[in-house]
């Protein structure tokens, strides 16, 4: 990401405290052209599983102008989870409806013309640079049935039951598996390790320790919560506001909690 000064000018009561300049920066750009939530979620997580270290801690920007609009419109707080639980840090919005540009709002996000930002390459362009085979950047249907975990060949998947608006989950969880209760809740009664992933629409419980990332409301609910008895989680969220492991305090770990939105700001509180 380069930084190219343009001009600069102190602050006439701030001089020697702090300098206010206008730059340009030249960010990455996800341009989705599906609205599915879940097929995005698919075809993303693919490609971060391929490079990794290459979309951590990137900030980019989510380019809505080539959806479609006689579809729904693809939900700004679950994306913006969904981005942020892949490691990405979202800067900004653009291209998008007064619903979105309201959710972007509430999540703190800038919302951009289409001045502010070079159209260079995608983040799904970006990516396959690091790649030694290309994957397209278009993101198409997948496979994957809604609500049942994408985990790799080598591991089982774990048990699943469930019946509308809710998902069990009898077995361990390993890491790289992704499980999404799509429409309702989720439920672990086993151990969730390090790099697995647990998405739902609704609130999430894990009955035992949560190493892994937890992201509850994936629809944008922000009355969902997340409980677990042991918690070690990588990144927990809730409606697109998460926190990371380094952020949570110390005396919270390792011991039941519950995780929910109060004025949008993420709580964690002994259970």
Avoid: W
């Avoid at 070690?232 to 390792?254: F, K």
């Amino acid at each position: 990401m380069a930084e190219k000064p343009t001009s600069s000018t102190n602050a006439s009561d701030g001089a020697g405290t702090f300098e206010l300049k206008a730059a340009s920066f030249t960010l990455p750009i996800i341009r989705l052209l599906d609205n599915d939530i879940e097929t995005v979620a698919s075809r993303l997580g693919a490609k971060v599983e391929k490079a990794p270290d290459f979309f951590r801690n990137t900030p980019v920007v989510i380019d809505l102008s080539d959806l479609a609009r006689d579809q729904k419109p693809i939900a700004l707080p679950p994306l913006v989870g969904l981005l942020r639980g892949y490691g990405m840090i979202p800067f900004g919005v653009r291209g998008a409806n007064a619903e979105q540009t309201a959710a972007a709002e509430a999540l703190e996000l800038a919302i951009l013309r289409e001045s502010y930002v070079r159209r260079t390459k995608s983040v799904g362009e970006l990516a396959t640079e690091t790649e030694p085979e290309p994957v397209p950047a278009t993101v198409s249907r997948a496979s994957q049935v809604p609500g049942k975990p994408q985990a790799p060949t080598e591991t089982a998947q774990p048990h699943i039951t469930g019946q509308s608006g809710f998902m069990l989950v009898t077995k361990p969880v390993r890491s790289g598996q992704r499980i999404y209760a799509a429409g309702g809740d989720l439920s672990i009664i086993a151990p969730v390790s390090s790099g697995a992933e647990l998405m739902a629409d609704g609130n999430i419980h894990v009955y035992g320790p949560l190493r892994g990332r937890a992201l509850a409301g994936m629809s944008g609910n922000m009355e969902a919560r997340i409980f677990c008895h042991d918690l070690q989680a990588e990144l927990i969220s809730i409606a697109g506001h998460y926190r990371v492991s380094e952020g949570i305090p110390h005396e919270l770990r390792g011991v039941p909690v519950q995780i929910f939105l109060d004025q949008k700001i993420l709580r964690i509180e002994k259970l």
